[in-house]
């Protein structure tokens, strides 16, 4: 045998080379199967398993905030929608005498708050607490139907004869009208501030007509009655003329109602001026020159000063949750239609 090494191939790569050494080293120095990519793999493997671990618990966080955000924003919504301010109201700890507050707001008509059953319900329940040492009713109101409001005047009078011994008073916001006048010329006395606006002793019935519009359009009115007058005022049919005055003759028989209920209620307080019944409206400070208002003053005053019992507890009746979440949720409704098409109707 020939003493000489085996050289390398001439062609080969000097770091082929080196790298095939190495290698022979490398089996040389550890023989046996290597143990590098099992504990390699089992670290990779590990090290994921811990990344969805705490991608999971992440989530699992952010959905329990995320539910306790929401709860919050449902208890928000909730008091907002259905609390129900208890204003002035101090029953739960008011022991003595003290003033029923009872709310006239907006137009006196029937199923709403300015309504005969509401005002009616809440003067008795004024009447009937035996701390009640006088009655304000808080009136701010530019009237409406002349049956509402005579419900409520004669039902005061019958209460004040039934309790004699406890007063009642009106007191004018921003505006005691018509319907709300006819309210509170059934209470003992009146009081306004000097900027409210008080009167408007009259009765009204308005429309509109449409008969040019329909003669220049070419439109013809077919309009079938059982009875002469069942048709009357309509507006789509020339006006007759013993129609009007029947009409009229109806709302003079509903403005004498009203002068009287006026005149009987102020009796010798009001002033002579021709044109107290005339539908006109005044100031407070106007009115009470003319003998419609006793005196210039707020609630708190006519309770503090006039009645003599500082603590007011509120009887006014209030709609239930469910027709004020009605009413804020058609309010919300209309609202956001009104923002979205403002464009659009401008």
């Known amino acids: 045998m020939s003493d000489e090494q085996p050289k390398p191939p001439q062609n080969q790569d000097p770091w082929t080379q080196g790298a095939a050494r190495s290698e022979s080293a490398s089996a040389a120095e550890e023989p046996g199967p290597k143990k590098e990519a099992p504990v390699q793999e089992n670290w990779e493997r590990d090290l994921v398993n811990r990344l969805a671990f705490a991608t999971i618990n992440e989530q699992r966080r952010s959905r329990r905030w995320n539910i306790f955000f929401k709860f919050l924003l449902f208890a928000y919504l909730f008091a907002l929608l259905f609390y129900i301010p208890i204003g002035l109201d101090t029953t739960a700890i008011v022991r003595g005498k003290h003033t029923a507050l009872i709310e006239v707001p907006g137009v006196i008509a029937e199923n709403t708050q300015a309504g005969a059953d509401s005002i009616v319900t809440a003067l008795r329940d004024a009447f009937d607490d035996k701390n009640t040492a006088g009655i304000i009713l808080r009136i701010n109101s530019p009237g409406g139907s002349p049956v509402q409001a005579g419900y409520v005047y004669d039902e005061i009078n019958r209460l004040k004869a039934l309790n004699p011994d406890v007063p009642v008073y009106a007191v004018v916001t921003d505006i005691c009208a018509s319907g709300g006048y006819y309210i509170a010329a059934a209470a003992d006395e009146i009081y306004a501030d000097k900027a409210s606006i008080v009167g408007s002793?009259?009765?009204?019935?308005?429309?509109?007509?449409?008969v040019g519009s329909m003669e220049k359009l070419g439109i013809e009115r077919r309009l079938l009655t059982a009875g002469e007058s069942k048709g009357m005022l309509d507006p789509f049919s020339p006006v007759k003329?013993?129609?009007?005055?029947?009409?009229?003759?109806?709302?003079?028989d509903i403005h004498q109602q009203f002068i009287d209920a006026v005149k009987k209620g102020r009796g010798e307080r009001l002033g002579d001026s021709p044109d107290l019944y005339t539908g006109l409206i005044w100031t407070g400070e106007q009115a009470l020159e003319l003998g419609l208002v006793d005196g210039l003053g707020s609630t708190g005053y006519v309770a503090r000063e006039i009645i003599g019992a500082e603590d007011i507890v509120d009887f006014t009746i209030h709609p239930d949750y469910w027709q004020r979440f009605a009413d804020r949720i058609g309010m919300t409704l209309s609202n956001t239609l009104l923002t979205r098409f403002s464009g659009t109707l401008q």
């Open 201 to 210: 002793i009259g009765v009204i019935m308005n429309g509109f007509g449409f």
């Open 241 to 252: 003329e013993d129609e009007v005055r029947h009409i009229k003759g109806m709302l003079e």
